[in-house]
C-alpha cells in the first residue's frame, strides 16, 4: 500500500495500474498515452511529479521514470528541469500536413506550396532530354561518380542561396526532409537531444519522433532564436546540435539577422554542436543573407532543397556536408535507401546550369508578390508576418480564440489554413496564429474567395 493518503490528496493523474501486466513500465507508458490521446489529460497539463507517483501507485520511482522517457520520446510530453513534466501541447496535433487526396470542398491555403504556373522552363528541359538518342540512361540506376558536374550544379545554386562551398562536400537526397533524416540517423542516438526553435518545421518533429531523438525548444528572442538560450541549452540541456530554418522560417515567415547567424554559429564552434541548416527557403529573399554555414562551414550540415524555390516535384536536395559528417551520412543516404532519381538530377543539373532557374524562381518570386498583394487588401487590418516574396504568412489571432479553434473553424466554412499547434514543440505554449498559404490556391480568383471568408471570419472575431 502507498505510505500516504490520496484521497483528497490534488493530482492532476490518478491510473490505476494492472501489476500482472509486464512489464510495468510499458502498461504505464500506455495509460498514459490514451488517457493524452482520448482528452483526459489535456496539453500542458502538469503531471504529478515522479516520486509523489510512485508513492500514489506503490512502485518503484525507476518505474515511473522509464514510463515517461517512452512518453517523453514519443513527444507526448515533456520535462522542464525546475519546472516539471507536462503533456506537450503538440501531442494531438497532425503533423502530417498533406492529405493523401486533396479535400474537393476546401480552398487550399495550408500547405506551402510554390504557384504552379511558372514550370515551363522544365518541361522544355525535360522535353529535350527524352529526345535525344540515349534517353534510357535517365531511367536506370545513377552512380555517384559520373555525377560531378552535377555536383557543379548544386555549387552554384548553394551560391546563390548565400554560401560557399566546395564539390568535395556535396551529397544528393531525395529531398529535404530525407537530407534531414539521413543526418539525424547518423549524429544520432535514440534518446539524444536537438534544439529547435519553439514553432518549427513538421517534418522535422515527424523524422525525430520516428528515429526517438528529443526535441527541445530553445527560446526565442523576436521569433529568432536566442544566442544566450542556446548557449545555455548546450551547458545544461545535454543537446548535440540544433536544426534552423534562418531565411523565412517555416511557420513564423521570420528571418535571421546576420548579428544572430554569426552569435549561433560561434557557439556551435564553442560547444561542438552541429547544425542542420534548413535552406529551402533561402531562394525567396531577392538578396539572399550569408548562411550560417558560412560562419561555421565545418559544423553545419546545409541543404538545399528544390521543393519550394523550384517545384515540389523535383525531389532533390543538395546537401553540403561538413568533412567530419560526411562518412556517416553519406552511408545513412545509402543505408536508409534515400537514393536519388537520374532523371530528376539531371533535369535539375541543366535547369541551373543554364540559368533558367533563374527564370523559374523570378517567376515564382512575381506570382508569390501579386498573390501577397491580394492577400495584403484583404488582411490589412490584421497582423500578418512574411514577406511579400514569400508562399506563406503567418496571422496573429484576434481575440481568444487558439490557432486550433480557427483552422476547425476555417475548414468548416471551406478554407484549410495550419494551426500553431501543428508547428509548436513540446510543452511551449503555442501562439495564436494560424499559417496561410497563399500560392496553394490554383487561382487568384481561388485565393481571393480563400481570403474573403478568412476576412469574414476574423472580423467576426473583434
Known amino acids: ?47 504529478p511529479p515522479q516520486r509523489e507517483l510512485a508513492d500514489y501507485l506503490d512502485l518503484n520511482l525507476s518505474t515511473i521514470s522509464k514510463a515517461f522517457k517512452v512518453c517523453e520520446l514519443k513527444g507526448l510530453i515533456s520535462a522542464t528541469v525546475g519546472s516539471g513534466t507536462f503533456v ?6 497532425n503533423a502530417y500536413l498533406l492529405d493523401d487526396i486533396k479535400p474537393r470542398h476546401l480552398i487550399e491555403m495550408g500547405a506551402t506550396l510554390p504557384d504552379s504556373a511558372s514550370y515551363e522552363p522544365l518541361l522544355l ?19 555517384s561518380g559520373e555525377s560531378r558536374w552535377q555536383k557543379d550544379a548544386a555549387i552554384k545554386l548553394i551560391q546563390r542561396g548565400g554560401f560557399e562551398t566546395t564539390v568535395d562536400h556535396i551529397l544528393f537526397a531525395n529531398g529535404g526532409q530525407n537530407a534531414i533524416a539521413a543526418a539525424l540517423a547518423s ?18 518533429k515527424t523524422v525525430a519522433a520516428m528515429l526517438s531523438v528529443q526535441i527541445v525548444p530553445i527560446k526565442s528572442e523576436n521569433y529568432e532564436m536566442s544566442p544566450t538560450a542556446f548557449e545555455y541549452a548546450c551547458k545544461n540541456d545535454n543537446i548535440k546540435g540544433i536544426y534552423l530554418i534562418p531565411d523565412y522560417h517555416n511557420p513564423t515567415a521570420h528571418c535571421m539577422s ?50 519550394k524555390s523550384i517545384a515540389p516535384g523535383l525531389r532533390l536536395a543538395y546537401v553540403a556536408v561538413p568533412s567530419q559528417y560526411k562518412e556517416p551520412i553519406s552511408k545513412a543516404l545509402y543505408n536508409l535507401n534515400i537514393s536519388v532519381s537520374p532523371l530528376l538530377a539531371e533535369l535539375s543539373a541543366r535547369t541551373i546550369v543554364s540559368n533558367q532557374f533563374e ?4 517567376s515564382h518570386r512575381e506570382q508569390a508578390f501579386r498573390r501577397n498583394q491580394v ?23 484576434p481575440g481568444e480564440i487558439t490557432g486550433a479553434e480557427f483552422e476547425k473553424l476555417a475548414a468548416k466554412q471551406g478554407v484549410q489554413v495550419y494551426a500553431a499547434e501543428r508547428f509548436v514543440v513540446g510543452n511551449s505554449c503555442p501562439e495564436r496564429a494560424v499559417r496561410v498559404s497563399v500560392c496553394a490556391p ?21
Request: charged letters at 20%.
Open 1 to 47: 500500500m502507498p505510505i500516504n493518503s490520496f484521497e483528497n490528496y490534488p493530482m492532476s493523474w490518478k491510473p490505476s495500474v494492472d501489476k500482472t501486466e509486464k512489464p510495468i513500465y510499458q502498461a504505464l507508458a500506455g495509460h498514459l498515452e490514451q488517457d493524452i490521446l482520448n482528452g483526459v489529460l489535456l496539453p500542458g497539463t502538469k503531471l
Open 88 to 93: 506537450s501541447y503538440d501531442a494531438l496535433s
Open 125 to 143: 528541359q525535360l522535353k529535350n532530354m527524352l529526345q535525344e538518342t540515349n534517353y534510357e540512361k535517365w531511367f536506370g540506376y545513377g552512380r
Open 187 to 204: 549524429l544520432c542516438q535514440p534518446g539524444d537531444r536537438i534544439g529547435v526553435d519553439h514553432h518549427t518545421y513538421p517534418g522535422l
Open 258 to 307: 546576420v548579428e544572430n547567424r554569426k552569435m549561433i554559429a560561434a557557439i556551435a564552434q564553442k560547444y561542438n554542436q552541429f547544425i542542420i541548416e534548413d535552406a529551402t527557403y533561402h531562394l525567396h529573399n531577392v538578396q539572399p543573407l550569408p548562411a550560417v554555414a558560412s560562419f561555421a562551414p565545418e559544423q553545419v550540415i546545409y541543404i538545399a532543397s528544390l521543393s
Open 359 to 362: 527564370v523559374l524562381i523570378e
Open 375 to 397: 492577400l495584403n487588401r484583404y488582411l490589412a487590418d490584421y497582423t500578418c508576418f512574411g514577406a511579400e516574396t514569400g508562399i506563406f504568412r503567418w496571422l496573429l489571432l
Open 442 to 462: 490554383e487561382t487568384l480568383e481561388e485565393l481571393e474567395r480563400g481570403l474573403i471568408i478568412l476576412e469574414r471570419l476574423l472580423n467576426d472575431l473583434t
